[in-house]
């Protein structure tokens, strides 16, 4: 494998920091609407954890020699969109958005730092570490489906919302950071490289919404 | 010194855990007022700091067999009052609002912790350690002093409205958990000793204004 661009390396980590800020104050917004002040503490300290993976993608940014904020100006106006598109109106709609968003973006720069150096990837792979996240939203939206009859079906149309957004965003990020796109397509080796990626992404959200108890 | 009424220090730590946990939420949401992402990640990492001071409070408290959620309650009507009253509307009320509110609060659990347990006061004390805070609202303030004339004396009254509702806000504490209050006029001793905290109090609070070029 050649080395990889360094400006899509820059991307990646820019995206993923941007990605891990704004989710940390989004996250920290949402838990206000947690219906207890346990609830709210335990989504707070998921956002403390986005802040703590933040902290290190802006380090290996300034190892890079790039200050973070410039690395992270591009992907401001799609994450932000999302976030706009996806307002949480009610505590289950916060939980799964936490537990989908997480998940997705996880396996999605899981997936794209296999193409990219190894400190990198190891640095990404650690930032993303999972954080009992899934037992948390198992449990709480699990009780939300138990005593709600119509918060399945309303909580899966959701999941479904989530992930349209998502790669509604991503697809505007593709077209215009050609050297992040590049990457991806290089590293994926073909179009049929290209299915199976988006399959594996597929088929985990799948099984992260059957986990929660919801359809996808 | 007799030992401190455990109902005071489950007090103590709940006010402490509750100012902790919305002073988190407050914080990340006020970073987005920020001028540019380099200063947004600099609050943020504020407010995140905010919440692994809530985590060992919360600790504690657990320790002590009391729920933390049991022990915030009664806390959540005054601090949300608090927050409701001084909502920052510009990037220079919310570094203002964070330098002053975290050195007032700070500086008055600290003489609070004196009157406890040892290993409470401990980690009050940790809880509230510095964390370069007082640099960087120097640093920022000042710059938007010198940016703006008018600055100054808009940040001076804001600083002085922080205080006054936070005066406000303590006194329906004080009123309503005696044992808590007690702790403190048996702690400081008598009326001059009362005279005596208020005055170090303020005496702080003048130095912190002082030192971010504001007037009190």
Request: negative net charge.
């Amino acid at each position: 494998m050649t080395a990889p661009d360094p400006a899509a390396v820059i991307d990646l980590l820019g995206v993923l920091a941007y990605g891990e800020l704004s989710a940390f104050d989004r996250m920290a917004h949402d838990a206000r609407m947690a219906p207890s002040l346990g609830l709210r503490a335990a989504l707070a300290e998921k956002a403390e954890l986005e802040m703590s993976h933040y902290r290190r993608l802006a380090g290996r940014l300034r190892e890079l020699g790039i200050a973070p904020e410039q690395a992270m100006q591009p992907f401001v106006a799609a994450v932000e969109t999302f976030h706009a598109r996806t307002e949480p109106s009610t505590w289950g709609e916060a939980l799964v958005k936490a537990y989908v968003g997480d998940g997705l973006a996880a396996d999605f720069y899981r997936e794209v730092a296999t193409f990219v150096d190894a400190p990198t990837q190891a640095l990404v792979n650690e930032a993303l570490a999972d954080s009992g996240n899934a037992e948390f939203a198992i449990r709480e939206v699990g009780a939300l489906i138990r005593s709600d009859q119509t918060a399945a079906s309303r909580l899966s149309l959701w999941g479904r919302r989530l992930v349209g957004e998502a790669i509604s965003q991503a697809q505007h990020v593709a077209a215009e950071r050609d050297a992040l796109t590049l990457l991806i397509v290089g590293g994926a080796g073909d179009l049929n490289g290209i299915s199976a990626l988006l399959e594996r992404l597929t088929d985990k959200h799948v099984a992260r919404m059957d986990a929660i108890g919801l359809s996808s």
